[in-house]
């Protein structure tokens, strides 16, 4: 038996032998039991317990506690021992409360009362065995009856440093668990003060309770940054021997310094000039010390040394300000990549993964590419290869995608199971983030499926098919691919699946070619038919009703399967329905109606990759520090997963809604095939403008409404926008869940504006609020009085906001309206341009021809003219043109031009500080189909202001 | 913040458990047996450190006996396998050249070391110094109460 310290209990060191002498785990059941059935014959027994037996049998119970047993009696007698006057049985006593008495526990009265009676010892040693237990159990109680005098304790000048310590440490407990408990206004400046202390280890737990304090108010605490600032950087210029027995391994003060630097992460750089260069001259040694040589060969002082260098690159991340800081932490954590420690090599791929979302240092990571392919392919813990993964998931870019895409693909084939599903998710959506050419795109999901087919999850195969849908340049070749992709003796069920769709939407672009004529192509695709899944099958179903529709010819190919034995009476509902169905559709329908059932899908609405939002749900760290951060972390479109059919949404195609009602009510099994399938109503109809937007949010960098990038407008808002230059009314906005209609009335320089927001949804909006802002350049030149609304929009409802605005002077660009709600607890943002523009505020004017050559005339100073010529972007129909011209707020003056298709007009401009004229001519080459337009006035900025918005107009 | 840390031997058996929060048993029960498997079929070579749920693992072996900590995400993992390595040199210096025994048999002691060295999972005190002072106090009022009871016995107080 080895030594026991202090006044071993004998008894419970024989106990322990026993323990350790069973030979089976039965033995030891029925050792225990044993001593259970004993200690509790003692704890009830008449005579009464000293204390040292109290303390022995509960230390035993601690004991086989910690063995893994449950423990239910024992703690009134572990309760008895705090109130015993001596100190190794009170010392048990907490012990045995910190490990087994939970916060909710009866006993807890008690146990705080011994606590408020030690916190008053004269002896310290009793103070901490008080706060130990306190920052141990840490209970809501506790902080009500005795967290009040916490505070005091840890900063009164009568208190010794360690009791200090303790108290700072408790004090952070209990905040943690109850932070309302124990208000701290009074205490804060003095418990900042503790970073100027002069023993080092109260300052090292002070700055975990600042750092905490931080967090829930740095406003309050703001001045500890540069008292942080000056602590460390006094440590990191100390010299090891300085700071005795805080100096770890040649390292000054590790911790301190790694707990300084986090808390300095909780604010922007330093604002003071002078803090914020001793900051960076901190970073900067910390950086040097890095290339020294080693005091020491033992691995605690690279690591305390490193332990500081990662953190002081946190900051130099989280700062985000100083290129050369960013370069050289990039550089560092480059020698780390080939480090001889595989711990160094973990940390420095997971902190590039950071430094490669600053725009600084993104191209300095890219540098190291290579090198984290390699470590892709030959580190051998599973874990470092996981943090290579993310790391080149982060790093690309446009430039990189091909090859790193690629080196994912091909290390794929050979990737651990557990990263799998992961990987596949971050191919997907790299290639689709950087696809150039969409042929390659396909190529890679093709690819994913072929290789890891089993990993491939529902979102991805959607979205390829989401993609081939809206881009009409890849669906030959899609079509293409995927017929030889089937080709494969062996291929996996999504690839089926791809393929059916596919053939089924596109198959008719590749059936010139006798290799893949029509049959051919459904020969192929039946091959596959037997071996899939019911819910392929469907699918199959429903691109055999298609391929009739696509190529006739081979209609009684078809029919013969929808209609044998094995199909019409096929056990499985859903394809049995499929088959009578779609037999019958088939045979009654007229080639136009099949024409009109099976017309090609139209394009998807723009919409958050469902494999975004899936590598999310699946890492959501992962991905808010990785790549994404940057990009549409809320889509302004709601999120409509591809499977969810819209029940609400109009239904072009009512036959098809009819003839599939009852299937897709039918069963369960048969949904997923139908979110694809025939099935479900086409999704809503896209605006006019998807086809755009949708190609931006192919390429991910599209201004997304998403907090980062806070000003940037909602998709579309700019071609809404422009509709109301020649018209007052009418919709500026619409999506799923809202539409935003404008009612505006000019007179002279002011203008009423109404902006009705209708909820579409059968949810309320909360939070709503919708706000006016005004660009710098513009705010002299405009005043705005905007009306409040309320803050819930109830489902179905319209509310309206008024504006009133007045033009002070002349201005170029329009009021952004801002608006912001939750729905269905997602937050949703919108920024859209409200069509308020100079020329709103024209009046037009009258004048004879005479007039009007006057002032033209005298009009002749080259900065007065705007002249723009330019292509017609509409049809040159005159009575169009006629009536913008009128909706711009122009006059169309008869008999001035020779030419009767030329326009020419005037009007006045009104602004609060002046009155400015305006002639504009408006000539039409409909030959060419051409315009010019030359506005002159007084004001050069105002001609210019007025050609560029009628520019866009004709 | 330190959310746990564990101490098992290479057979799995638990020798010390320290929760810095607040778990039901069943998690804690639940927890132990996940980490102790999952840490023991890693090979000696690879990364001390791993992700587990969303927190970080980081772990060493010293002789027999498995040092297991789980820290947040922003904790540093370096400097907490450096706290590992600090306790050991406590207890090393504690019990002299310390095995996994003297751990089993002096849990409490174990326990005692920790709370002055780590409190409310942060790192209270680093000095080995001053932390061994404050255990060598408490062992000072431990033979008060020795000689006390002596004195008792023999009736002299």
New interface residues.
């Given amino acids: ?2 030594t ?4 071993g209990m004998r008894g419970l ?1 024989v106990f ?1 032998s026993d323990i ?1 002498n069973c030979k089976s785990k039965e033995a030891e059941i029925k050792r225990i039991n044993k001593e259970l059935a004993n200690i509790r014959s003692k704890f009830k027994g008449d005579k009464t317990l000293d204390g ?1 037996q109290k303390k022995k049998y509960v ?1 035993k119970l ?2 086989i506690f ?3 047993h ?1 423990i239910d009696f024992g703690h009134m007698e572990a309760v008895n021992l705090l109130s015993s006057n ?4 009170k ?2 006593g907490y ?1 045995f409360i ?2 087994l008495v ?2 909710s526990s009866d006993l807890m009265k008690l146990v705080i009362q011994s606590i408020k009676n030690d916190l008053v010892s004269r002896n310290p ?1 009793h103070i ?1 065995l008080a706060l ?1 237990c306190m ?2 159990v ?1 209970s809501r109680e506790m902080a009500d009856s005795v967290g009040g005098d916490i505070p005091k304790l840890l900063t009164s000048g009568e208190t010794i440093d ?1 009791v200090k ?2 108290a700072g ?2 004090l ?2 209990l905040q ?2 109850s932070p309302e408990m124990i208000p701290l206004g009074e205490w804060t400046s003095r418990i900042i003060h503790l970073l100027n202390d002069q023993h ?2 109260v300052v ?2 002070a700055t ?1 309770l600042i750092e905490a304090l931080v967090r829930k108010n740095p406003e309050e605490y703001k001045s500890c940054v540069s008292l942080a600032v000056s602590r460390l950087s006094r440590i990191v210029t100390a010299s090891y021997t300085d700071l ?3 100096t ?1 391994y040649f390292v000054p ?4 310094s ?2 300084l630097l ?1 808390l300095l ?1 909780n604010y922007p750089p330093p604002e003071d000039a002078s803090v914020r260069t001793r900051l960076t001259e901190c970073l900067e040694t910390i950086l040097n010390k890095a290339q020294e040589p080693p005091k020491s060969k033992k691995v ?1 002082h690279s ?2 040394k ?2 500081v260098l ?2 002081a690159i ?1 900051l130099i991340i989280h700062m985000d300000s100083d290129p050369n800081l960013l370069v050289r932490a990039c550089n560092q954590l480059g020698q780390f990549l080939q480090h001889k420690e ?2 160094l ?3 420095a791929l997971e902190s590039m993964c950071l430094l490669a979302t600053s725009e600084f240092s993104h191209e300095a990571v890219k540098k190291h590419q290579d090198t984290v392919i390699t470590a892709l392919k030959t580190e ?2 599973v ?2 290869r ?1 943090r290579a993964v993310d790391l080149l998931y982060a790093m690309c870019d446009r430039s990189n995608a091909e090859e790193i895409v690629g080196e994912m693909l091909e290390y794929l084939e050979s990737a651990d199971y557990s990263i799998r599903e992961e990987m596949v998710l971050k191919v997907a959506i790299l290639a689709e983030k950087y696809a150039v050419d969409y042929t390659w795109y396909v190529d890679v999901i093709l690819n994913l499926i072929r290789i890891a087919g089993d990993y491939v999850s529902e979102e991805v195969w959607y979205r390829v098919i989401q993609i081939v849908i809206n881009r009409d340049d890849v669906q030959g070749y899609a079509a293409k691919t995927v017929f030889e992709a089937l080709q494969a003796p062996a291929c996996h069920e999504n690839m089926v699946k791809v393929g059916g769709y596919i053939l089924g939407e596109f198959g008719n672009l590749i059936a010139g070619d006798p290799r893949s004529s029509p049959l051919v192509q459904f020969q192929l695709l039946h091959s596959k038919y037997h071996l899939c899944s019911p819910n392929t099958r469907g699918l199959l179903l429903s691109t055999y009703i298609k391929f009739i529709n696509l190529f006739p010819e081979i209609k009684s190919s078809i029919q013969e399967i929808l209609g044998s034995d094995n199909n019409l009476r096929n056990p499985d509902v859903e394809l049995q329905q499929r088959c009578i169905e779609y037999l019958q559709l088939s045979t009654v329908a007229s080639p136009d109606v099949l024409a009109t059932v099976l017309e090609e899908m139209p394009p998807f609405p723009e919409r958050e990759s469902s494999i975004l939002a899936k590598l999310k749900k699946k890492k959501p ?1 992962a991905t808010a520090e990785g790549g994404e951060e940057k990009e549409k972390e809320q889509r302004t479109i709601p999120q409509a997963q591809v499977n969810n059919a819209e029940p609400s949404a109009p239904a072009p195609l009512p036959t098809v809604n009819n003839l599939n009602t009852a299937p897709s009510g039918g069963s369960s099994g048969g949904a997923v095939v139908d979110l694809l399938g025939l099935d479900t109503a086409p999704a809503p109809a896209a605006p006019a403008s998807s086809g755009l937007n949708f190609l931006a949010d192919v390429f991910g960098d599209q201004p997304a409404t998403n907090g980062v990038d806070d000003d940037a407008l909602t998709p579309g808002a700019e071609e809404n926008f422009k509709k109301f230059f020649c018209k007052q009314n009418g919709v500026l906005f619409e999506n799923d869940l809202l539409q935003i209609g404008i009612k505006a009335e000019y007179r002279q320089n002011l203008a009423r504006v109404g902006v009705f927001f209708g909820n579409k949804t059968t949810f309320q909006f909360t939070n709503f609020t919708s706000n006016l802002v005004l660009a710098d350049s513009i705010k002299s030149a405009v005043s705005v009085q905007p009306k409040a609304v309320e803050p819930v929009v109830e489902g179905g409802a319209q509310v309206q906001q008024l504006f009133n605005i007045e033009c002070v002077d002349s201005f170029s660009e329009a009021p952004l309206l801002k608006i912001s709600f939750t729905h269905t607890s997602q937050v949703q943002k919108l920024n859209l341009k409200l069509p308020v523009i100079i020329s709103k505020f024209l009046e037009p004017a009258e004048m004879n021809s005479e007039a009007f050559f006057t002032r033209w005339k005298a009009l002749s100073q080259p900065d007065q003219e705007c002249q723009k010529i330019f292509k017609a972007q509409f049809p040159q129909d005159t009575e169009q043109v006629k009536q913008k011209v009128l909706g711009f707020g122009l006059s169309i003056l008869q008999g001035i031009d020779p030419n009767p298709d030329n326009f020419v007009s005037s009007a006045i401009l009104h602004t609060r500080n002046q009155q400015v004229g305006c002639l504009v001519r408006l000539e039409p080459n409909k030959q060419m189909q051409m315009y010019r337009l030359t506005i002159r006035s007084t004001k050069p900025e105002i001609s210019k202001a007025l050609g560029d918005l009628l520019e866009t107009q004709f | ?1 330190m959310q746990f840390m564990l101490l098992f031997s290479r057979q799995g058996k ?1 020798r ?2 320290k929760w810095f929060s ?1 778990y039901p ?1 069943r998690v804690k ?1 639940k927890t132990t047996r996940e980490l102790i498997t999952l840490v023991l079929q890693r ?1 000696p ?7 587990w749920k ?1 927190l970080k693992i980081v772990y060493k072996r010293y002789a027999s006996l498995y040092f297991c900590c789980a820290i947040e ?2 904790d ?4 907490t ?2 706290v590992i ?2 306790y050991v040199e406590l207890l090393d210096k ?2 002299g050249s310390v ?1 996994e ?2 751990i ?6 174990a ?2 070391m920790l ?1 002055e060295f780590l ?12 932390v061994l002072k ?1 255990i060598a ?3 000072l ?6 000689l ?2 002596v004195l008792v016995e023999y009736g002299l107080s």
């Fill in positions: 038996m080895p026991v310290k202090g006044d060191a322990i350790r040292y230390c601690l004991f910690l063995l893994g449950d001596k100190y190794t049985e010392q048990i012990l910190s490990v939970g916060a040693i901490n130990h920052a141990n840490g360690s310590q303790s440490l408790t952070l407990r943690r668990s080092m280890g090292t737990s975990s005795q027995d805080y770890y003060a590790p911790w301190l790694v707990k986090r992460q605690q690591n305390a490193n332990a990662f953190e946190n595989t711990n090599r973990y940390l051998r813990d874990s470092v996981q760290t | 913040m638990l010390l458990q607040a048993d029960k090979k070579k690879m990364c001390s450190f791993l992700e969303d995400n922003d540093n993992e370096l400097l396998l450096e390595h600090r504690y019990f095995c025994l003297d089993i048999f002096n849990f409490e002691k326990y005692f709370d409190l409310g999972g942060e790192v209270q005190e680093t000095s080995k110094k001053n404050a106090a408490q062992d009022l431990q033979e008060d109460d020795a006390q009871d």
